[in-house]
């Protein structure tokens, strides 16, 4: 099994690719758009602001590439940056509009609740997931002043609790992963979370 | 939310180095090797500092990082020198998360919203290195604790936190490498002047050093001299804040 990363010219894939290649996957890099139409598995990763990283999918010709690709339903998945791009929108640049793969959009986190940026480790709470539901309780890295927020609240995943907030944490639908922690940074369990997640892609329930 | 327990790693380039009040540098080892075991005894994150950078104008960090990332999958955050948000691209490409940013930031303070545009502010750590002028008034210092800006602190912090930072590592030069405690005097005068979260470093001498951070609302401890010269562990220190209801990463 092949991952397919999109390098958009910013983001961390040194860290996903050093995380793929301990797990014992090979990976290839896309850098413009011509490596995604046959890829088995898209990874979008991503350390970036939601405005550049757009500008640079656009640019890169990739953003389309990404659309052809997911609306064939093969398995798509998103790390902090890249997850939230696949939603419709970001409070984080408004001028700009995100892939749109997923109905929903990025919200700034509430301040009353959550130190901005939200930094550091939460335990998950897993919600309607029988294929993640091992990693119940365990702790994962975030690192974000902005969230996801899906229009149905009932999609499967994960969510964590700020103050009195549910945070999504990842959520699956149909072919699409978004996950908003860091697993190739969370440690083992980050790496089990990122092997289950390839291992059963497209077919998460 | 996880109270943090980061190494931290001086370097020289190649070595790890340990200093007192940020002067006289002793090698220790392999900092690539310090990292790694910090992390198998569950680190929450390595901050590497190349105390040098500034000093010789120079970024020879990248070869570490690479390394260190192939196989430390927690957050690795890297500060020295940094002057531009290119060096702070090419430092995230070769696997780092976040960057440390102090000196530049003084002489330029755009060079923040320059790194957060790009990065995000999430990926933006202020370094700060406080030295106590008089009876409660802190200035922050810039390359590697030798040069005055003239500020003081709370200003400093007000005005970094406007401009976009993700969070600050605090260090006390007065108290760093010293194992006598924290400078709560010194934290509390930062923590009433921002809301981003800070990270104390410098002078932790003891488990009840570190508890005692927490407690004061610190949202996490950079440990160095405890853990380069093994008076404990990543594991004892988690387990003595646990031990005092302090919530951590197991």
Same mark, same amino acid.
């Given at each position: 099994?092949?991952?397919? #990363?999109?390098?958009? $010219? ?7 690719? %050093?995380? &793929? =290649?301990?797990? +014992? ?16 598995? #898209?990874?979008?990763? $991503? ?7 757009? %500008?640079? &999918? =656009?640019?890169? +010709? ?35 509009? +995100? ?107 | ?61 990248d070869e570490l990082i690479s390394e260190t990332a192939k196989s430390v999958f927690i957050p690795i955050a890297v500060g020295g020198g940094i002057k531009s948000g290119a ?65 003081d602190i709370r200003w400093w912090i007000e005005k970094a936190s406007e401009l976009g930072i993700g969070e600050i590592v605090l260090t006390s030069i007065d108290q760093e ?74």
């Amino acid at each position: 099994m092949k991952i397919t #990363l999109v390098d958009y $010219g910013l983001g961390n894939q040194y860290s996903v690719i %050093q995380a &793929l =290649k301990y797990l +014992g996957y090979a990976s290839e890099i896309d850098t413009d758009g011509t490596l995604i139409s046959h890829a088995e598995i #898209l990874l979008i990763p $991503g350390v970036a602001a939601f405005g550049k990283g757009m %500008q640079n &999918l =656009k640019k890169r +010709g990739q953003l389309e590439a990404i659309r052809q690709f997911s609306s064939k339903g093969r398995p798509l998945i998103g790390f902090c940056l890249g997850a939230q791009m696949l939603l419709r929108n970001s409070d984080e640049d408004v001028t700009t509009g +995100g892939i749109s793969l997923v109905n929903g959009e990025v919200k700034l986190m509430n301040s009353e609740y959550c130190r901005i940026p939200n930094q550091g480790w939460h335990p998950l709470e897993i919600k309607n997931s029988s294929t993640f539901s091992g990693f119940q309780g365990k702790f994962f890295y975030f690192s974000h002043s902005y969230r996801m927020a899906l229009d149905d609240a009932a999609t499967p995943g994960g969510q964590i609790l700020i103050g009195n907030e549910f945070v999504s944490a990842f959520f699956f639908h149909e072919n699409i992963l978004a996950v908003q922690f860091h697993p190739e940074l969370s440690g083992n369990t980050g790496l089990e979370f990122m092997d289950t997640a390839i291992n059963t892609a497209n077919i998460w329930t | 939310m996880t109270f943090r327990v980061i190494a931290r790693l001086d370097v020289k380039p190649p070595n790890l180095v340990k200093g007192i009040h940020l002067e006289g540098f002793r090698q220790i080892g392999n900092p690539s090797v310090y990292a790694q075991s910090y992390y198998q005894e569950g680190a929450d994150e390595i901050s590497y500092q190349d105390i040098v950078a500034s000093l010789y104008n120079r970024n020879s960090m990248d070869e570490l990082i690479s390394e260190t990332a192939k196989s430390v999958f927690i957050p690795i955050a890297v500060g020295g020198g940094i002057k531009s948000g290119a060096q702070a691209e090419k430092i995230v490409m070769h696997g780092a998360d976040k960057v440390c940013i102090n000196t530049g930031a003084i002489k330029n303070p755009g060079l923040i919203e320059e790194i957060a545009g790009s990065l995000g502010s999430q990926a933006v750590v202020l370094g700060v290195e406080a030295k106590k002028i008089s009876k409660n008034v802190y200035t922050p210092m810039t390359d590697c604790g030798r040069e005055h800006s003239g500020m003081d602190i709370r200003w400093w912090i007000e005005k970094a936190s406007e401009l976009g930072i993700g969070e600050i590592v605090l260090t006390s030069i007065d108290q760093e490498g010293t194992l006598k405690g924290f400078d709560f005097e010194l934290f509390s005068q930062v923590r009433g002047s921002t809301n981003v979260p800070i990270i104390l470093h410098g002078g932790a001498g003891s488990l009840e050093d570190i508890c005692a951070a927490a407690k004061a609302g610190a949202d996490g401890v950079a440990i160095a001299s405890l853990l380069h010269f093994k008076k404990t562990t990543i594991r004892e220190i988690k387990e003595s804040l646990a031990a005092a209801n302090i919530g951590v990463r197991v």
